[in-house]
Nanobody, 120 residues
Framework: QVQLVESGGGLVQPGGSLRLSCAASGSIFSINSMGWYRQAPGKQRELVAAVTSGGSINYADSVKGRFTISRDNAKNTVYLQMNSLKPEDTAVYYC??????????????WGQGTQVTVSS
């Protein structure tokens, strides 16, 4: 079994910053991609940013230039630095990892979610 533990959410004013962290632990042979998704009330879950083990990065258009994803492969940890936050960034943010938990056996794992609220 694999666990993803998130931290770093909270309440911030518009224009402020937050940093999310997500650490993966458990039965991990390797991790292909790690990333962040978010879900606002009444909306579908959407990709925010993702990074592969090789360092390829994908961002949602709505966060380009404001958010930065990074990854520490040695620690199986992914980070999301969020700057210039807007009220529309308010959502529950979920960590995601596509994990090879044994040789050639893969599964998509999710964290429990962390609330990010941007409000004055």
């Amino acid at each position: 079994q694999v666990q993803l533990v998130e931290s770093g959410g909270g309440l911030v004013q518009p224009g402020g910053s937050l940093r999310l962290s997500c650490a993966a632990s458990g039965s991990i042979f390797s991790i292909n991609s790690m990333g962040w998704y978010r879900q606002a009330p009444g909306k579908q879950r959407e990709l925010v940013a993702a990074v592969t083990s090789g360092g390829s990065i994908n961002y949602a258009d709505s966060v380009k230039g404001r958010f930065t994803i990074s990854r520490d492969n040695a620690k199986n940890t992914v980070y999301l630095q969020m700057n210039s936050l807007k009220p529309e960034d308010t959502a529950v943010y979920y960590c995601n990892a596509y994990v090879e938990y044994s040789v050639r056996h893969y599964h998509n794992f999710w964290g429990q979610g962390t609330q990010v609220t941007v409000s004055s």
